[in-house]
């Protein structure tokens, strides 16, 4: 088994190898745009940008491998990110104006936590202008998905005329999203909404069921390995958490199994919340420069000591979400009705079942992701300790 990880940073520069003299140019523009939203074509064409780059340096690997020998590689494109950027023909495949607009708009901030109006502010006071670069940042980032598409289709093409395709498992997903617009704000940062937790996962390989309808069933990244696992026939270590995945793709029916019916996510670094009264007290704002960063550096940092102090936990089955937070307790969505998750339903009397339901429910994930390891000694080691499958439910 041979494995390779080829990647590079937002801010471009970070492919190894030679870079020709198109490449080098590109990369230091990249960088001097401080992750600021370009209103323009990006300059160099499709060739010099990393998703291209990226599967070129793919190709050379999978080039350099005896057809016979097991890998693993992971592929892994910056894009779509701040800076906001993208060349032609990409550029104009989305105008802003034929994009629906926001559903949530920036009005929601008035009246929203500390967290958010931090957001705005530092987005504002770093990036001038912010607010109406959005429309062309949203226009950027989904010409960059269909950019990304392309090139996922070239190394897809590429496996599969290398007659590499039909014994490997793809899978395609990503870290996070991107408030996109909604909220008046783009990147992530403060809350957990299912713009930010929600992320594709797309799974193709032998005896998987090729629909391209969604499946209802509740995924997540911890459940890549596990399942990378199952095709490779080998035991899942102990102290992983999720869950193996291929038994239910290669169902023609959604899979009815409950590890799978419902979401489970977090977020802070702990701590007292902010206030606005103690960013005033501070020397420098928290997220914006302060005239030491490094080239390329972000003109404001979304994920700072504001945005991200506290915790939250969220739950999320059907079309109900709980969050509860440090800070302000427990909130309760209808996500049918109220998909940019503004009105609290948790102290109507009409949705105390569900209230109390998802509470009980996030007990038990959060029993279910409590680290197991390192295992006791002695007889314990012996005996071993029976894996938990992700989303396993305890007696409530």
Request: hydrophobic fraction near 40%.
């Given at each position: 088994?041979t494995?390779?990880?080829?990647s590079?940073?937002a801010t471009?520069?970070?492919?190894?190898g030679?870079?020709?003299?198109d490449?080098?140019?590109?990369?230091e523009?990249?960088?001097?745009l401080?992750?600021?939203t370009?209103?323009s074509?990006?300059?160099?064409?499709?060739?010099v940008?990393?998703?291209h780059?990226i599967?070129?340096?793919?190709?050379?690997?999978?080039?350099?491998?005896d057809?016979?020998?097991p890998?693993?590689?992971?592929?892994?494109?910056?894009?779509p990110h701040?800076p906001?950027?993208v060349?032609e023909p990409?550029?104009?495949?989305?105008a802003p104006?034929?994009?629906?607009?926001?559903?949530?708009?920036?009005?929601f901030l008035d009246t929203?936590?500390?967290?958010?109006?931090?957001?705005?502010?530092?987005?504002e006071?770093g990036e001038?202008?912010?607010?109406?670069?959005?429309?062309?940042a949203r226009?950027?980032?989904?010409?960059?998905?269909?950019?990304i598409?392309?090139?996922?289709?070239?190394?897809?093409?590429?496996?599969d005329?290398?007659?590499?395709l039909?014994?490997?498992?793809v899978?395609?997903?990503?870290?996070?999203g991107?408030?996109?617009?909604?909220?008046?704000?783009m990147?992530?940062?403060?809350?957990?909404?299912d713009?930010?937790?929600?992320?594709?996962?797309?799974?193709?390989?032998?005896?998987?069921?090729?629909?391209?309808?969604?499946?209802d069933?509740?995924?997540?990244?911890?459940?890549?390995?596990?399942?990378?696992?199952e095709?490779l026939g080998?035991?899942v270590?102990?102290?992983?958490?999720?869950a193996?995945?291929?038994a239910?793709?290669?169902?023609?029916q959604?899979s009815?199994?409950?590890?799978?019916?419902s979401?489970?996510?977090?977020?802070?670094?702990g701590?007292e919340r902010f206030?606005?009264?103690d960013?005033?007290?501070?020397?420098?704002?928290?997220?914006?420069?302060?005239?030491?960063?490094?080239?390329?550096?972000?003109?404001?940092?979304e994920l700072?000591?504001v945005?991200?102090?506290?915790?939250m936990?969220?739950?999320r089955?059907?079309?109900f979400?709980l969050?509860?937070?440090?800070?302000?307790?427990?909130v309760?969505?209808?996500?049918?009705?109220?998909p940019g998750?503004?009105a609290?339903?948790?102290?109507?009397?009409q949705?105390?079942?569900?209230l109390r339901?998802?509470?009980?429910?996030?007990?038990?994930?959060?029993?279910?992701?409590?680290?197991?390891?390192?295992?006791p000694?002695?007889g314990?080691v012996?005996?071993?300790?029976?894996r938990?499958?992700r989303?396993?439910?305890?007696?409530f």
């Amino acid at each position: 088994m041979t494995s390779t990880t080829i990647s590079s940073s937002a801010t471009g520069g970070q492919l190894t190898g030679p870079r020709s003299g198109d490449e080098r140019a590109f990369d230091e523009w990249l960088t001097g745009l401080n992750h600021r939203t370009v209103a323009s074509p990006a300059p160099g064409g499709a060739e010099v940008q990393s998703p291209h780059r990226i599967v070129n340096a793919a190709i050379d690997w999978f080039g350099g491998l005896d057809p016979a020998t097991p890998f693993v590689a992971q592929v892994s494109f910056p894009e779509p990110h701040n800076p906001y950027q993208v060349p032609e023909p990409y550029f104009d495949l989305f105008a802003p104006e034929v994009i629906p607009e926001p559903r949530v708009g920036a009005e929601f901030l008035d009246t929203a936590g500390f967290a958010w109006r931090h957001l705005r502010r530092i987005a504002e006071e770093g990036e001038p202008g912010h607010s109406a670069l959005i429309p062309r940042a949203r226009s950027n980032y989904l010409g960059m998905l269909r950019f990304i598409d392309d090139e996922i289709a070239r190394l897809i093409g590429h496996l599969d005329a290398s007659g590499r395709l039909d014994d490997t498992l793809v899978i395609i997903t990503s870290d996070h999203g991107d408030y996109f617009g909604e909220y008046g704000l783009m990147r992530k940062g403060a809350g957990v909404p299912d713009w930010l937790m929600r992320v594709p996962f797309v799974v193709r390989g032998r005896g998987v069921d090729p629909s391209i309808e969604p499946r209802d069933e509740c995924v997540s990244l911890a459940d890549i390995f596990p399942t990378a696992c199952e095709h490779l026939g080998i035991a899942v270590p102990e102290g992983v958490q999720g869950a193996p995945l291929l038994a239910s793709f290669r169902d023609q029916q959604p899979s009815i199994d409950a590890d799978l019916t419902s979401a489970y996510g977090e977020q802070g670094i702990g701590g007292e919340r902010f206030t606005a009264a103690d960013v005033e007290q501070l020397a420098f704002v928290p997220g914006l420069p302060v005239g030491e960063e490094p080239p390329g550096a972000p003109c404001f940092d979304e994920l700072n000591a504001v945005t991200q102090a506290g915790r939250m936990r969220m739950v999320r089955r059907g079309r109900f979400k709980l969050v509860a937070d440090s800070d302000s307790g427990f909130v309760l969505y209808d996500l049918d009705a109220d998909p940019g998750e503004i009105a609290d339903l948790a102290a109507d009397p009409q949705y105390e079942r569900e209230l109390r339901e998802l509470l009980e429910l996030l007990a038990a994930w959060q029993l279910t992701v409590e680290d197991t390891l390192p295992l006791p000694a002695s007889g314990y080691v012996r005996a071993g300790v029976r894996r938990v499958p992700r989303g396993a439910r305890a007696g409530f």
